[in-house]
């Protein structure tokens, strides 16, 4: 069964200070992982597909990556706007073309 | 062009009432997928719909169940329900369904508590 895992489940950081959160996923055959962000009491919004291991893609101050076991969403200098729920999720080729599998999500606070 | 919308935004229920949940897509979508988001948790799939019928199923009892009307847009029912249903459900959209990836669209979620 395909299992995602993001770490931390929260973090704390002041306005400037980059940093860089983990998605640990486990999937029979990767048709894509994706990064969501999602605003409190809001449905997630897309920020990044991802298909291939070494692929990297980039929005405004956030850089996502992708390995065969893991995947990255790297902050550099964020700011109070950046504070919100991050969420990764995979999508199986066995389990179908739709179905995603998603993270608990790291809840990400930015202090000015 | 309006995105995903559901309705309603919040309900509140008793155990065992049942309850039934709206969604319509994106402009120019035509599969609609639900998802139970628990407090704190991320989002679990419960099932897809395209064509009018229910392509994939999660890990959900048959309390749950579905529709798709010939405009796209798709209903959410849960019978019998139980306070562990408490949860925001999520209706997300794309287009075309097993023909390939789709980029999913999500709506603003409907806050279910049950009392």
């Known amino acids: 069964e395909d299992q995602v895992t993001q770490s931390p489940e929260a973090l704390r950081l002041q306005e400037g200070e980059s940093?860089?959160?983990n998605c640990s996923y486990t999937v029979s055959g990767l048709r894509g992982l994706f990064w969501y962000r999602q605003d409190p009491g809001k449905g997630p919004e897309f920020l990044?597909?991802?298909y291939s291991?070494?692929?990297e893609?980039?929005?405004e101050r956030l850089k996502a990556t992708l390995t065969k076991k893991e995947s990255f969403l790297h902050i550099t200098a964020p700011k109070p706007e950046d504070s919100a729920t991050y969420l990764c999720a995979v999508q199986g080729i066995i389990q179908g073309a739709q179905k995603l599998v998603f993270g608990q999500g790291t809840r990400l606070t930015i202090n000015p | 062009d309006a995105?995903?919308?559901?309705s309603p935004t919040h309900l509140i229920k008793t155990r065992g009432q049942q309850v039934t949940l709206r969604c319509s897509p994106k402009s120019g979508h035509d599969t609609v997928s639900w998802y139970q988001q628990a407090l704190g948790q991320g989002p679990q799939f419960i099932f897809q719909y395209y064509e009018e019928e229910e392509r994939q199923r999660g890990n959900f009892p048959d309390r749950f169940s579905g529709h798709?009307?010939?405009n796209y847009s798709s209903e959410l029912n849960v019978n019998a329900l139980?306070?562990?249903?408490?949860?925001?459900?999520?209706?997300?959209?794309?287009?075309?369904?097993?023909?390939g990836y789709e980029k999913l669209f999500f709506g603003s979620g409907t806050q279910l508590s049950v009392l």
Do not use: I, M, N, R
Not at chain 2, 88 to 96: E, K, W
């Open chain 1, 19 to 21: 940093s860089s959160l």
């Open chain 1, 57 to 59: 893609k980039e929005k």
């Open chain 2, 82 to 99: 139980l306070l562990g249903d408490s949860a925001l459900y999520l209706c997300a959209s794309s287009f075309g369904a097993g023909t």
């Open chain 1, 53 to 55: 291991a070494g692929e």
């Open chain 2, 68 to 70: 798709q009307f010939p």
């Open chain 1, 48 to 50: 990044f597909t991802l």
């Open chain 2, 3 to 6: 995105g995903v919308t559901q």
